[in-house]
Structure formats: C-alpha cells, structure tokens
C-alpha cells in the first residue's frame, strides 16, 4: 500500500473513531473512496482524494465540487447532500447500484429512469450562469461568452490538443506518430465541427454516464461525481451523455427528441439548431476519445514489470473501434491494421515494463 492509501486510510479512522466504520477503498480510478460510518450518526458519508500520478484528461471548471453541490442544493434533485465532519466537508454516501451494474440487456434503460435523466436535463436548464455563484477555477478571460458555442467547443479542443496530446507528447509521442496520430489531426477536426449557432448557456455535469447514475431502493435515479461540471452549451451535456450511455439507436433518438422537448420548454434559446449541431458535437467527443484512449489503454497492458498480453486483443479492437468512428473528423488518411495497433502498443508497453 502506497503512502498516499495509508493517510487516506488513516484519516477516515482517525473521523470515525474507534465506535464507526470504515468501508473501502471503492472501485475507482481518479480517487480513494472510503464509506463512513460515523457514530451516532444516521448518515453514511464519503471521503475521497485524488490518487497519485493519475492522469486526468477533462477540463475542471469549479475549483471545489462540494462548494457546487452546497450552491445546487434545491436547484438539482437527487444530488449528494453535504455533510460537515469536524470542519470537512464530505458527501453523503448515496446508497443503490449504479446503472452500469444493472442487468439490461442491449445498453437500453427503462422508461422511468428515462424520464428522470430527462428531468436532470430539465433542472440544470434552470441554471444559468447569473444565477450560479461559486467560485469557478478559469479565469473571466479564458471562458466563452455566453452563447457563444463555437468558442466554447474550440476552448474544448485546445485543451485537448494542449493537455492531452501535446502535455503528453514526451511520453507518448512515438505511439502518436506510429498509429497516424498527427497535430494536423487538429486543424481537420477544428475545421470539420466549427460552425456551431449560438444557444444560451447553463450548467452541465459534463459527465453523465452509467457509473455515475444512482439508483436507490425506491427507484429513485440520483446523478454523482459533479467534479466535471461546466457551464456552457446545454447540447455538449446530451452529446457527451449520448456518447458515453451508447444507446441503442432508437432509444438515442428518443433521448434527444426528449431532451429538445425538456430543455426548449425552459428556455428555447438553449436548443436552438440543436438537429444540425448534435453531430459536430458527437465527432469532438469521438476525436477526443481517441487521444484519451490511446494513453489509457497503452498503459493498462503494463503489469509491473511484465506486458499483460490477456488485455492486448481487447485494447487492439477498442481502439481501431474508436479510431474508425473519428476517422473523419480527425481527417485520418487511413485506419492502422490490427496487427500495427498491437505492435504500437506492445513496443510502448515493453519500454515501459
């Protein structure tokens, strides 16, 4: 166990006392999470810290989540309440299974949890960036005018190219530049999804997915880990949600024709153009997937000092998967062969074991 494990592990034994409980760590790659039990108290909460070394690949946009969730408290239903423990501000701990764990089949949820995905959208329509006052971690400067969605997306594709590819160029160049992977990738994919109409901003979770929905005993569905959230254009959070949930086709359709509804009925300027912009939003989160996966899966294959060779032929496929999808926008002239892929991956893993 690292240093880092060890004084997150102590201080929730150190809150808890020796009458409380300690749960954990959670599964998790970003964070530490333990599940407290404090004495004499009815609720569970969570203490979590960034792990060390981990790479993060996602712009943050409010310097404190708790801060963001105290401020939505009674805005958004079914958050984390916040709970103080001895001058901590710590999460209540939502207790049900997350939608990734449930046991559909064919990636399609049901109505009613469908319904309330829409109602979320609904609610953070209603949160506009004059009426959200927490302190933000960007600079006025470096945030795009209200409705301005092309400068909003381009600020997302800088940083992709500035924190992901070219921070990450040292380590990870050769890899890049084996499996075709450019900086000219970026003039095509800025030319292939600018031209986005303006719609009026609020917030989004950013990140919405099926580890990060919370169904609890009553059927109740409650959206966690906030630390993404942004304001910006409302079509990003359903193009990033579409992308992530990997619906089958018709209940995607549904879900944007859902949406559209839901948020047009708060504030129409916020859906306006939204048919013809939805898919230059969904090529930025392909392209963007591609240089995020390449780093993740490359390093997944190192097991110590040893190459997992079990997780190649998986890493292998998912990758010509995901370079396939975001082949043009990326304006990629060819997609690399399966054998190319594993042997860039293979002689990037082997360096490193």
């Not at 009458?19 to 964070?31: E, F, I, W």
């Not at 040893?306 to 032929?313: A, C, K, S, T, Y």
């Not at 496929?317 to 060819?334: D, S």
Request: glycine fraction near 8%.
């Amino acid at each position: 166990m690292t240093s880092q494990l060890t004084g997150v592990r102590q201080r929730a034994d150190e809150l808890v006392g020796e009458s409380g409980v300690v749960t954990g760590p959670l599964k998790g790659y970003h964070h530490e999470t333990y599940v407290l039990t404090m004495p004499g108290e009815t609720r569970i909460v969570k203490l979590r810290e960034p792990r060390e070394r981990i790479l993060w690949f996602d712009r943050r946009c409010f310097r404190s989540e708790e801060a963001l969730l105290r401020a939505l408290n009674g805005r958004i239903s079914r958050i984390p309440v916040i709970h103080d423990v001895e001058g901590m501000a710590l999460q209540v701990f939502i207790e049900g299974r997350t939608l990734k764990s449930r046991p559909w089949g064919d990636r399609r949820i049901p109505q009613p949890i469908h319904g309330q995905i829409v109602d979320l959208f609904r609610e953070l329509a209603r949160v506009t960036p004059d009426t959200l006052e927490v302190e933000r971690s960007c600079e006025a400067q470096d945030r795009a005018e209200d409705g301005d969605c092309d400068d909003f997306l381009d600020r997302l594709i800088v940083f992709v190219e500035q924190q992901v590819y070219e921070k990450n160029f040292p380590a990870f160049g050769r890899l890049f530049t084996e499996l075709g992977l450019h900086p000219e990738a970026f003039v095509h994919l800025r030319k292939n999804v600018s031209g986005l109409v303006r719609r009026d901003f609020c917030l989004l979770h950013a990140d919405l997915h099926r580890e990060n929905f919370v169904l609890d005993p009553h059927n109740r569905l409650w959206s966690i880990d906030w630390e993404l959230a942004m304001l910006g254009d409302p079509l990003y959070d359903l193009a990033t949600h579409l992308y992530l949930m990997s619906y089958p086709a018709e209940q995607a359709q549904r879900m944007a024709g859902d949406w559209a509804e839901a948020v047009g009925g708060v504030r129409p300027d916020s859906v306006r153009g939204w048919a013809d912009d939805l898919g230059r939003i969904l090529d930025f989160k392909r392209a963007q997937s591609v240089f995020t996966d390449v780093i993740r899966l490359s390093l997944s294959l190192r097991d110590g000092s040893n190459i997992n060779w079990v997780r190649l032929p998986s890493a292998v496929r998912k990758l010509q998967t995901i370079m396939t999808a975001a082949a043009v926008p990326l304006g990629l002239a060819e997609i690399p062969s399966r054998s190319r892929i594993a042997g860039a991956l293979v002689r990037y893993a082997g360096e490193g074991a």
